[in-house]
């Protein structure tokens, strides 16, 4: 079964520009997830998805970055204008359900804003 | 909301001893998982574990639920598991998310 795929791996950007990553679940997971991860720090949750709906979106600094998930699969996290504090590794996420499963990462998509 | 806590922060071992990582946690939980995250970012399920004991090889955990913590047991420490060790736990009335202690960085000496 393949996994949760993530892309691209790795992305420099100068601050004020803009990146989008993309994310394909493992295949039936309806529940998607967007983590950011700073260097030395736990994964803090950005956005959570149900099917195409979102659920949680409360860390999700709305004035710079955007995320859907137009058709219930695949997902884009979007940064513009960027800022040097942005630099980390986004980890896209996915589970069956909401609850009580088992919650899969990808391989993560690590952004350096210079 | 809801507090992760792992010990110790940081560990180093030689190759071949054991070890006990401890994650506690402030509520009660619905959903908890393990995972290394090894050194190229990615981070693997360990055990999904919100009460009760697993074992997966040389890899064990057990959670108590009513005293709030988890502990995860390495033996026979190979330089392959080195890497940071994170708990993540989540509440059905929080939408299932995942929050995430701190991680333990464990380094394994050959």
Same mark, same amino acid.
């Given at each position: 079964?393949?996994?949760?795929?993530?892309?691209?791996?790795?992305?420099?950007?100068?601050?004020?520009?803009?990146?989008? $990553?993309?994310?394909?679940?493992?295949?039936?997971?309806?529940?998607?997830?967007?983590?950011?991860?700073?260097?030395?720090?736990?994964?803090?949750?950005?956005?959570?998805?149900?099917?195409?709906?979102?659920?949680?979106?409360?860390?999700?600094?709305?004035?710079? $970055?955007?995320?859907?998930?137009?058709?219930?699969?695949?997902?884009?996290?979007?940064?513009?204008?960027?800022?040097?504090?942005?630099?980390?590794?986004?980890?896209?996420?996915?589970?069956?359900?909401?609850?009580?499963?088992?919650?899969?990462?990808?391989?993560?998509?690590?952004?350096?804003?210079? | 909301?809801?507090?992760?806590?792992?010990?110790?922060?940081?560990?180093?071992?030689?190759?071949?001893?054991?070890?006990?990582?401890?994650?506690?946690?402030?509520?009660?939980?619905?959903?908890?998982?393990?995972?290394?995250?090894?050194?190229?970012?990615?981070?693997?399920?360990?055990?999904?574990?919100?009460?009760?004991?697993?074992?997966?090889?040389?890899?064990?955990?057990?959670?108590?639920?009513?005293?709030?913590?988890?502990?995860?047991?390495?033996?026979?420490?190979?330089?392959?598991?080195?890497?940071?060790?994170?708990?993540?736990?989540?509440?059905?009335?929080?939408?299932?998310?995942?929050?995430?202690?701190?991680?333990?960085?464990?380094?394994?000496?050959?």
């Amino acid at each position: 079964e393949a996994g949760v795929a993530q892309s691209p791996r790795y992305k420099i950007i100068e601050k004020r520009q803009s990146v989008a $990553f993309w994310c394909n679940p493992i295949s039936g997971h309806a529940t998607l997830y967007w983590y950011q991860q700073i260097l030395g720090q736990g994964p803090k949750l950005l956005i959570q998805f149900q099917n195409n709906g979102v659920v949680d979106d409360s860390q999700l600094p709305k004035d710079r $970055f955007s995320a859907e998930r137009l058709k219930g699969v695949d997902s884009t996290l979007k940064i513009q204008p960027a800022k040097l504090e942005d630099s980390a590794v986004y980890l896209c996420a996915s589970s069956l359900q909401q609850l009580g499963n088992t919650i899969y990462f990808g391989e993560g998509s690590w952004l350096t804003v210079v | 909301g809801i507090q992760v806590e792992q010990s110790p922060p940081d560990l180093i071992l030689q190759e071949g001893a054991n070890s006990t990582l401890r994650c506690n946690f402030s509520d009660s939980v619905n959903n908890l998982q393990w995972f290394h995250q090894n050194p190229w970012g990615q981070l693997i399920n360990l055990f999904y574990i919100p009460s009760g004991t697993k074992q997966n090889g040389r890899l064990s955990a057990t959670t108590v639920a009513t005293e709030r913590y988890s502990l995860l047991y390495i033996s026979s420490s190979q330089t392959t598991d080195s890497g940071v060790y994170f708990c993540a736990v989540a509440l059905y009335n929080q939408g299932g998310k995942l929050i995430f202690g701190q991680g333990t960085e464990l380094s394994v000496k050959p």
